[in-house]
């Protein structure tokens, strides 16, 4: 019995591409993971400021916001301090900018 040598190369190549994919996959998730850590950990800092007192920065809100960008386009689901604080931020937000109704007309 004669071994196709062609045959066995193309299953070791799908094989290693398999594998090769499952790595990359595996690396993506876990740097998902930690962009989901990070965002937490800012979140809370975020929330804690506001519980204190302390201004929020813009840099702050930026990195939550394309953090949960990031998350959005990996069809990851945002952790809940990151939903919860960017979910007041952004009401916050509408409520400092006053409507066409709420102008300073006569």
């Given at each position: ?6 045959k066995?190369s ?6 290693a591409?398999?594998w ?42 930026t ?14 689901t ?19 900018d ?9």
């Amino acid at each position: 019995m004669a071994y196709d040598n062609r045959k066995g190369s193309r299953a070791d190549v799908k094989g290693a591409q398999g594998w090769a994919t499952a790595r990359a996959s595996a690396r993506r998730n876990g740097k998902l993971a930690e962009v989901q850590r990070l965002a937490t950990a800012l979140a809370a800092r975020v929330r804690y400021a506001q519980l204190v007192g302390r201004p929020v920065y813009d840099a702050q809100i930026t990195a939550l916001v394309s953090a949960a960008r990031l998350m959005d386009a990996e069809h990851a689901t945002w952790p809940p301090m990151v939903e919860e604080v960017l979910t007041e931020l952004a009401k916050s937000l509408e409520s400092d900018d006053p409507s066409p109704e709420e102008g300073n007309g006569p």
